[in-house]
Structure formats: structure tokens, C-alpha cells
Nanobody, 122 residues
Framework: VQLQASGGGLVQAGDSLRLSCAAS????????MGWFRQALGKERELVAA????????YYADSVKGRFTISRDNAENTVYLQMNSLKPEDTAIYYC????????????????WGEGTQVTVSS
């Protein structure tokens, strides 16, 4: 199983980025997917999650109204559209897969990508 995250970069506050995570060798369409982030010196936290069909989504309070998670099962890809970025969004962003319903707990995600750095300058 491989999860390849991309789309990170250095942007200014207020800008947008779209992260992508392409899955291979995974029955993608039956897995829930999550985006996590880990800032320097902090715990890894769930940012957003989506169930297999895209019909159920979850967002951390800190990103509600700014971030949108979506998926394309035909392309085995999950996306995270990030708008109105803030300096506190700076972190390494990871995508992850779970065979369970979307969950906040990182311990329930069995597959992880390597992460993509997002840096938001003020």
C-alpha cells in the first residue's frame, strides 16, 4: 500500500492550497480517508476525514468553513482544499486510510503517507 501526498508549499496568510493524496495497492473505494497534521513540537491531529462514499465528512473545529475534504474513487485520490490559510496551519500534512468509519483517533488508521509540508507566512 502506498499513499503519496502532494501539493504542499510556502504561501502567505489568506492564500489557498489543495493537497492531493493518491493511493495505490489499496481497495480505496471501501476505505475512509483522513488528513492529519503535525506542527513542530505538537501532537499529530486529525484535520478532516471522509467516509468511503464521500457522504460523511468530519472537520476539526479549527478548520471548519476553511478546509474541504473530498475524494475521487475513480482516481483513488483524496483531496484537501485549504482556503484562508493562517500561520497556525503550518505543519506537515499526512493522509491516512482506515477500514473503519471516519475517526479522530490516529491509532485507527493503518496506512499513512509520508507527508507534505505546508508553511503559511504572516
Amino acid at each position: 500500500v502506498q499513499l503519496q501526498a502532494s501539493g504542499g508549499g510556502l504561501v502567505q496568510a489568506g492564500d489557498s492550497l489543495r493537497l492531493s493524496c493518491a493511493a495505490s495497492r489499496l481497495p480505496f473505494s471501501v476505505y475512509s480517508m483522513g488528513w492529519f497534521r503535525q506542527a513542530l513540537g505538537k501532537e499529530r491531529e486529525l484535520v478532516a476525514a471522509i467516509n468511503w462514499s464521500g457522504g460523511v465528512t468530519y472537520y476539526a473545529d479549527s478548520v471548519k468553513g476553511r478546509f474541504t475534504i473530498s475524494r475521487d474513487n475513480a482516481e483513488n485520490t483524496v483531496y484537501l482544499q485549504m482556503n484562508s490559510l493562517k500561520p497556525e496551519d503550518t505543519a506537515i500534512y499526512y493522509c491516512a486510510a482506515t477500514a473503519m468509519a471516519p475517526t479522530r483517533s490516529r491509532y485507527e488508521y493503518g496506512y499513512w503517507g509520508e507527508g507534505t509540508q505546508v508553511t503559511v507566512s504572516s
